[in-house]
């Protein structure tokens, strides 16, 4: 057989083995039950005997353009228990603590309490530095949850009586939903559900939430966190200098002995837009490199996995089509093809043409240039960069 027929039957027994030995991760079947909506006469069987107090923590910087679809959202919550919303205003320069309050007097609901911390000590990232502030200022008046939410994430109004619901029926010390993104421009939509696709396959939904030890991670735009967990687990202390910090809080809580689920969500949407190549580059390669901990040499093994996964398929089958190689054409072929169904139920989600599913190697040749470039930054000293923060190599952070 050719170099290419090899590789292609490579490619074909890697999309085996992720079809059936990665926790099935295509499936998007991991979410929060639906809404029930209990007769007059007839309580919520599934609502909690009393419904516990929650403060929404909400880190903000530079978020004037948002904060008007999804701070609304936060403040309407339908929920029957005490409840309140501490947005921490993290250095903006365009009027976001302002806009905050000014929204609240608009449309009133849960109270609103905003709060400016400064800038970040050494060895704080500025989310977390944010967190920190927000989640101290709510402990002190005694939540047992606190709910963790990015300022461009709108939450339908049942939103945390859901979440609260699911970590009282089930014990779970975490609940988290990864939030629905925009997909409205053309890159949207090519990258977007990929996005989702490729972290479902790094860390399997039905892994996290089955309890193996080694697949933990939470999606930190919406996260239902136990107070008295993240005390023990010593959060934010413990992952100040995390990039991608809602992994790191996954793996402090499940460290602490926490229980965690994590799954899509029906009911939470990002109000972001990524309407060019441009922005939806930034938000890959900002922390690529990171999720890789900055390893070369598992970046070389990264690129040449998603070579030989992703790209080498359409390759052997244009090879085998055009070339007369019989066995890369079918080898390939058949690999595609098993990739694209895989895709299929992303897309579904996400409601969007099934004919994109075969356009996953294109995007994966996007993901695997991000990265790339996301680890050209960092030895250049750009690092991770968000919102005029560069965060390349962390300082120790003081213990205090």
Known sequence: MSAIAWIAVG?????GWLLLGQGFFWRTDQRLPPPVHA?????DPMAPPVWPRVAIVVPARDEAEVLPLSLPSLLSQ????DAEVVLVDDGSTDGTGKLAGELAVRYG????TVVSPGEPEPGWTGKLWA???GMALARARGPEFLLLTDADIAHEPDSLRLLVTAAVRHELDLVSQMARLRVESFWERLVVPAFVYFFAQLYPFRWINGGRPRATAAAG???LLRSETAERAGVPHVIRQAVIDDVSLARAVRRAGGRIWLGLAERVDSVRPYPRLADLWRMVSRSAYAQLRHNPLVLAGTVAGLAVVYLAPPLASAVGLLGGDAVAGWAGGLAWAVMAGTYLPMLRYYRQPLWLALTLPFTALLYLLMTVDSAVLHYRGRGAAWKGRTYSRPEAAPDR
Request: glycine fraction near 12%; aromatic fraction near 8%; charge should be positive.
């Open 11 to 15: 490619s074909l027994a890697a999309w």
């Open 39 to 43: 007769r007059v006469d007839r309580a």
């Open 78 to 81: 339908d929920y029957p228990g």
């Open 109 to 112: 609901g849960l109270p609103l």
């Open 131 to 133: 967190l920190r502030h």
């Open 221 to 223: 735009g919406c996260v």
